[in-house]
Nanobody
Framework: QVQLVESGGGLVQAGGSLRLSCAAS????????MGWFRQAPGKQREFVAA????????SYADSVKGRFTISRDNAKNTVYLQMNSLKPEDTAVYYC????????????????WGQGTQVTVSS
């Protein structure tokens, strides 16, 4: 069992930056691939970024490539999402997710989810 708690969301102006954190419980964190998803009002939850258990492999949605960076610190059981050059269309609830396997982009492939953290980007 893995429990995930996101933090770091907030209100920021367009062009600004935020860093989201996801703290995980459980001794097997280092064996899980981790992902970030987001859900805007009236829209489906969509993939943002993912990282392998080792941190070597990463994957990004086209909409965030070059602006967002996912990373992890297995010693701290934490995964991060650094978000730069934020746009109003990045406004959403951001969710952290974990899966016991390879990096994946489909939300159905993730086993554990956090409660989410709100990110609001003003124009």
């Amino acid at each position: 069992q893995v429990q995930l708690v996101e933090s770091g969301g907030g209100l920021v102006q367009a062009g600004g930056s935020l860093r989201l954190s996801c703290a995980a419980s459980g001794r097997t964190f280092s064996t899980y691939a981790m992902g970030w998803f987001r859900q805007a009002p009236g829209k489906q939850r969509e993939f943002v970024a993912a990282i392998s258990w080792s941190g070597i492999r990463t994957s990004y949605a086209d909409s965030v490539k070059g602006r967002f960076t996912i990373s992890r610190d297995n010693a701290k059981n934490t995964v991060y999402l650094q978000m730069n050059s934020l746009k109003p269309e990045d406004t959403a609830v951001y969710y952290c997710a974990a899966r016991n396997g390879r990096v994946a982009v489909n939300r159905e492939e993730y086993d554990y989810w956090g409660q989410g953290t709100q990110v609001t980007v003003s124009s």
